[in-house]
């Protein structure tokens, strides 16, 4: 092969590798020769870092360096002290100048001093993601704003840590512990630039933020604020009829009824809207009615957990919008098999369905979805009462049909999801955990039709054993089996026809030994992330025989973490694998 690619000029290898799906296909070619290695180096964009990832090389300026063109940094998967990896990449100066993006989420503070060191030497951050950080208050807000004036994306949603929601609370000590409008308030005029920005779970924020947003930051075109409760129709509102350029609005927990006015504005202030999220709210059909007549450029509909309007509303709305590719109506509780069948006419142009919890729903609803949106791509039909009705439509077919969700459907059997391999040949992603009536001969026979699976979820699922002996999976990377009767002969099984797997799930499997483990490390040779939590029969001396016996191994959740000592710990980072608790 090394011989065979110098035939080719590295720029037509270079197209052709723009052209993989998955990252883990690049990192295949990387090994077959020093040419494909550094190319492949300069087309990585994003790279993410784990605790692992620093043991091996040391430092985060070696992975700089080796990746020139790095776009966006991932540090959300970190668990040490982020400073001094912050500092690190600060230095690397000359081969940040292109980092535009930047995730420092799920920390337990903001790490103030990295941040500081880092600023002064990259100019061109433009995205910031601080989720899910447990101590964020308006002192981190005004930091920010200082240190990266150019920002046009951040976000600053669910903080973790509790605290009292009260008004009392938000005129006293609240910007010393959450963020509140103060800190919104002073965001917005120094990043006037802003163009989305997350404030969901931000529980002190009120309609104030939202009128500082859209007077000072005349570009705005996202802003997501679901789970704000002091946030009201009069902060919407003055967003919808500001931010010219909004594209994007998420917000949840209001109430929409045929009283409500002002969102008349739709029709006329926010015609660039593409993207409407409405979350466990009550809305009425009237409010649908004046969306579906503001003629808007949507794509993007979320209903998610809303009640209170009909049918009438919502095939009024779709009616309007047969352009949208993505819909999800999760536990929306009028929709039934009839009332999808006449809205699912609409659809044509979907990509992407989301009709989890929606229990009046069965197979009926996913065979006339396949049938009538021709360009759909993803269902997520999780606990439904799919498996409900003996429905099979011969004939019916979809071919781009990528990724199905059936979890939770405690009907489906194997009859069911054969049908739905029948329809969907082409699935690289299938869902079926906690569907109780499936037996592995129902898995079985769907990857004989589905043999180009790369992600296969079959979480408590007592009926699986195994997946068979059949032919290779080649593109099988993830599979997680939590919970499930799956065991030693099935782990061999596996490791046969799994020869690519990245990722095992193995949490509370009570059959699975030293036995079946050594089979899946054998055959598998890229394995990379095990969790054996809870699994009885697997001891400290076999997964440290399972450990020291793949090099490839970055991460495993042993059985009882209360065994591992430090030195054990520190045993396992040396040979490249972290211990987590899961």
């Known amino acids: 092969m090394a011989n065979q690619s110098k035939d080719l000029p590295m720029e037509c290898w270079e197209l052709i590798f723009n052209r993989l799906t998955h990252q883990s296909d690049l990192e295949s070619f990387s090994l077959v020769c020093k040419q494909f290695l550094a190319l492949t180096n300069r087309l990585r964009l994003s790279l993410s870092v784990i605790d692992s990832t620093l043991l091996i090389h040391g430092t985060i300026a070696k992975l700089i360096h080796r990746f020139p063109n790095l776009s966006s940094i991932d540090l959300s998967n970190f668990s040490g002290d982020l400073d001094p990896v912050l500092v690190d990449l600060a230095n690397s100066v000359s081969y940040t100048s292109k980092i535009e993006k930047l995730d420092v989420s799920n920390r337990k503070k903001l790490p103030v001093k990295g941040l500081r060191e880092l600023a002064g030497n990259l100019k061109g951050l433009r995205v910031l ?97 679901d789970d704000c409760p002091f946030v009201t129709l009069k902060g919407i509102l003055s967003i919808l009829r500001t931010c010219a350029a909004l594209s994007w609005i998420s917000v949840s927990e209001i109430r929409i009824d045929k009283t409500s006015s002002g ?89 992407t369905i989301h009709l989890g919890g929606c229990v009046r729903l069965t197979n009926l609803t996913f065979f006339t979805l396949a049938r009538n949106c021709p360009l759909l791509e993803q269902v997520y039909m999780e606990n439904t009462g799919f498996g409900t ?57 769907a990857l004989e039709v589905c043999n180009q699976i790369r992600n296969l979820q079959l979480d408590n699922c007592p009926g699986i054993k195994h997946i068979g002996k059949g032919a290779e999976l080649p593109n099988v990377e993830v599979i997680s089996a939590a919970g499930s009767a799956i065991n030693d002969e099935g782990l061999a099984m596996i490791g046969n026809r799994c020869s690519r797997l990245l990722k095992l799930n193995l949490e509370n499997c009570k059959g699975v030994t030293a036995e079946g483990l050594h089979a899946i490390v054998k055959n598998c040779r890229s394995l990379r992330d095990i969790n054996l939590k809870r699994c009885p029969q697997v001891s400290i001396n076999s997964l440290n025989s399972l450990v020291f016996s793949s090099s490839s191994l970055r991460r495993v959740i042993p059985p009882c973490c209360s065994a591992f000592t430090d030195s054990l710990r520190g045993f396992y980072l040396h040979h490249g694998c972290r211990v987590y608790s899961g």
């Not at 015609?271 to 004046?290: C, G, H, P, Y």
Request: hydrophobic share 40%.
């Open 129 to 225: 993601n601080c989720s899910n950080v447990s101590v964020l208050c308006d002192y981190d807000l005004y930091v920010i704003a200082d240190l990266f004036p150019y920002l046009e994306e951040i976000d600053i949603s669910y903080p973790s840590m509790d605290y009292v929601v009260d008004r009392g609370y938000i005129a006293s000590e609240a910007s010393k512990l959450a963020v509140t409008d103060d800190g919104i308030e002073v965001l917005s005029v120094k990043l006037s630039g802003l163009r989305r920005i997350n404030i969901a779970g931000n529980h002190l924020i009120t309609d104030r933020s939202l009128v500082a947003l859209s007077m000072n930051c005349l570009n705005l075109e996202g802003v997501e604020m």
């Open 389 to 445: 009705k003996d429905c099979f439509q011969h004939g019916v077919k979809n071919l781009r049909i990528r990724d199905v969700n059936l979890s939770s459907n405690r009907y489906l059997d194997d009859d069911a999801l054969m049908n739905v391999a029948l329809i969907c040949p082409n699935m690289d992603f299938l869902d079926v955990s906690s569907c109780n009536c499936l037996t592995e001969a129902g898995i079985i026979s």
């Open 263 to 351: 969102f008349e504005c739709l029709a006329t202030s926010s015609r660039t809207l593409q993207k409407l999220e409405v979350a466990n709210s009550s809305i009425s059909d009237e409010f649908l009615f004046m969306v579906a007549n503001a003629c808007l450029p949507l794509n993007t509909l979320s209903l998610c957990w809303c009640s209170d309007f009909t049918l009438s509303g919502i095939s009024k709305l779709l009616c309007a919008y047969r352009s949208l590719k993505f819909v999800s109506l999760d536990e929306v509780e009028l929709l039934t098999d009839e009332y999808m069948n006449e809205i699912s006419q609409y659809l044509r142009c979907l990509a």
